[in-house]
């Protein structure tokens, strides 16, 4: 997928130089490869919340195993004394 583009611009080429009859064709893939780049840009903006969200929760988990490790310890000093 991330060669879409290129591969557009390419088979743009090849319709340049036909006939009238291949004009729309010369004239839509350029809107292709402008859609193509969006969901391109689309995908990369989704995985990079996808890596800061999972990152967020590692973060979140780590911290709430520390409060839940500091409160045992603390509840377990006092059934000690």
């Known amino acids: 997928m991330g060669n879409l583009p290129i591969l557009l611009d390419q088979l743009a080429k090849t319709f340049a130089n036909e006939t009238a009859d291949a004009a729309h064709v010369d004239e839509d893939i350029p809107e292709l490869k402008k859609s193509a780049e969006g969901v391109l840009t689309l995908?990369?903006?989704?995985?990079?919340?996808?890596?800061?969200?999972?990152?967020?929760?590692?973060?979140?988990?780590?911290?709430?195993?520390?409060?839940?490790?500091?409160?045992?310890?603390?509840?377990?000093?006092?059934?000690?004394?």
């Open 43 to 81: 995908y990369k903006d989704l995985a990079r919340s996808c890596r800061a969200h999972r990152s967020a929760i590692l973060k979140f988990r780590t911290h709430w195993a520390n409060c839940w490790s500091i409160s045992l310890r603390t509840s377990l000093r006092r059934v000690r004394v």
